[in-house]
């Protein structure tokens, strides 16, 4: 019998019959090019990196949205859009497999190449990274140690034109005089000197003819005191000490204060100073961390940008922010004898953050007040003992309370904040039984969102950089007046009726302080570089550094414009 052949398979039909044969199944055509559904993703991620390009997230998600969070989000769904086209590559995609191997390699290669060849030199305020070489040592371990003059003694002689410590003489962020020439074309800032620095956040403080900062040079944290006239260096206490983080920076972060001719100073990791101003010579020294009892890698790692406070100097004590952790509690401030260093007190249990504590007079009463790590509480001077607080939280390892509190009339506190808190205004009143309450006034998430900087006040308004741009506020009711100019987180100082903004990028611009318009008077390329350092007024000597360079400007005043107009010809 003939064997049958197998021509092929056949498939029963309803009635019981037989099929054709049947068509082979065929797989389905895989494209070159991304499909439909991966084209539909890539554009919803691209549309939604225009909405927070554009600020519109802000609008349905809130205050919390910032400019350091619109990057977070952009770089988020970037990443998301290349991980969406490696997927359909190696996995739907008709290329061939050697392709695919080729994309996938070179893309690893590239990031362990990136990895190994180079660092995150710094950060901006907004978590740009700046990158450059591994191999390349740090700026700051780059620069010589400070000459060290003779030591002569020279005359250190208060003047009314001093600006003695963080944020000036009243420490508000706020001169009265003197008054700026506001035409800085017809008359521009004459530079004065300019010269290299080592790394930190400080900023001047003056007496005299002299200028004190600090500042990180390798493994050594320094005093440096330079001449106000022509920048040479005076003297420099060196401690060996190094803070440095990859988000907050290399160096100190805190500003000299003088009194009587001694310089206070403390660093970044606990080291407080006092130094006789005249000769350099340490008149005593305390380490703040061992003095307290309080682990440094511990209180690293929950202040973990670094000590900011400035010395607060009184009639007999220094008092600084403490801290924790500690096994009795943290401590909130820690007050040393000024002419021997001996401890005398401390007060509060709060955690610290990184303002610098003030005294001020609240109905008729005088309290320090310091910004708390997740409160603001005004002390007794003389008890040392909490009278009165107000919950403003935050954690001084991520969300940190940076902005120094404002008092606003006789009984009033303003407070303002980054990381989506914004701005509220309290009340603050003694009762019958002589225990004091707060009330909030008003509270405003969206207006005056100071990451690490502080705001100015002047007849009813603050004027201060919200998440970068320049507002102004109405202290009755935190109503925005205006919002102008992109500044980055910068520093501003108010002298009279003009705001001198420090910007991020370097450049001072000469602002308006009014309510009515953000108008730019004068515009100076005065550094080159992030400058997160305050500025500092002189008289009409404008002191200016960030972690690379300082300089002095002279500015012209109105008096000196008027004369020169009345000697033309």
């Known amino acids: ?34 499909p439909r559904h991966v084209l539909i993703t890539l554009c919803s991620l691209a549309a939604a990196i225009l909405l927070v390009r554009a600020g519109l997230l802000e609008r349905v998600v809130g205050a919390v949205i910032d400019a350091a969070v619109c990057n977070i989000i952009t770089l988020i769904l970037c990443f998301s859009g290349l991980v969406t086209l490696l997927l359909w590559l190696v996995r739907e995609s008709g290329h061939a497999a050697w392709v695919k191997r080729a994309v996938v390699g ?21 978590l740009v990274p700046e990158f450059v070489w591994r191999w390349r040592p740090d700026r700051d371990s780059l620069l010589p140690a400070v000459a060290q003059p003779p030591t002569t003694a020279s005359v250190w002689t208060p003047t009314p034109d001093d600006f003695p410590r963080f944020l000036g003489p009243d420490g508000t962020a706020a001169l009265l005089v003197p ?35 600090l500042e990180q040079r390798g493994t050594e944290e320094l005093v440096t005191c330079c001449s106000l006239v022509t920048g040479e260096p005076q003297w420099s206490v060196a401690t060996p000490a190094r803070h440095q983080t990859v988000l907050g920076g290399v ?42 009892g309080i682990n440094p890698a511990a209180h690293a ?29 943290s401590v909130a401030l820690v007050a040393y004898d000024r002419g021997t260093g001996s401890r005398l007190w401390t007060a509060g249990k709060e955690q610290i953050a990184y303002c610098s504590p003030t005294l001020c007079s609240l109905e008729g009463r005088e309290f320090l007040v310091s910004v708390n790590e997740s409160h603001v509480a005004g002390y ?15 954690h001084s390892n991520s969300d940190a309370s940076c902005s120094q509190a404002v008092v606003v009339g006789q009984r009033q506190l303003f407070l303002s904040k980054g990381y989506g808190i914004g701005a509220a205004l309290f009340e603050l009143e003694p009762s019958a039984t002589g225990a004091w309450t707060s009330r909030e006034v008003w509270r405003q998430s969206s207006v005056m969102k100071t990451k690490f900087t502080n705001v100015a006040t002047r007849e009813g308004y603050a004027y201060g950089l919200s998440d970068g741009i320049l507002e102004c506020v109405r202290l009755a009711d935190g109503q925005r007046q205006w919002k102008g100019g ?35 008077r004068g515009r100076l390329a005065a550094l080159d570089g992030q400058t997160w350092n305050n500025p500092c007024l002189a008289g009409n000597k404008l002191l200016v550094r960030n972690a690379e360079e300082a300089a002095c400007y002279e500015l012209s005043l109105l008096a000196d414009a008027a004369a020169t107009a009345g000697a033309a010809p």
């Open 1 to 34: 019998m003939a064997r049958a052949r197998k021509t092929g398979s056949t498939r029963a039909l309803p009635g019981g019959g037989a099929a054709g044969p049947a068509t082979p199944l065929r797989l389905k055509e895989r494209s070159l090019w991304p």
């Open 106 to 126: 070179g893309l690893l290669a590239a990031v362990g190449l990136a990895a190994a060849t180079l660092r995150i030199e710094r950060v901006s305020g907004d």
């Open 179 to 213: 008054r700026l020439d506001p035409d800085w074309e017809a008359h521009p800032p004459r530079l004065l000197w300019r010269r290299p620095i080592g790394a930190g956040w400080s900023a001047f403080s003056t007496c005299g003819d002299h200028g004190v900062t």
């Open 251 to 292: 160096g100190p972060r805190s500003t000299p204060t003088i009194r009587d001719g001694v310089v206070y100073a403390t660093g970044a990791t606990g080291w407080l100073h006092a130094i006789d101003g005249a000769t350099g010579r340490i008149l005593w020294q305390k380490d703040v961390l061992t003095d307290l």
């Open 301 to 329: 790692a929950a202040v973990a940008w670094g000590r900011a406070g400035s010395p607060l100097v009184t009639s007999t004590a220094v008092i600084v922010p403490g801290g924790g952790p500690r096994p009795d509690g």
């Open 380 to 394: 007794d001077p003389a008890t040392h003992e909490e009278v009165w607080q107000i919950a403003w939280p935050g």
């Open 486 to 520: 992109r500044y980055g987180q910068g520093q501003l100082l108010l002298v009279g009726d003009l705001l001198v903004v420090q910007s991020e990028p370097g450049d001072v611009v000469l602002v308006e302080a009014s309510p009515k318009a953000h108008a730019v």
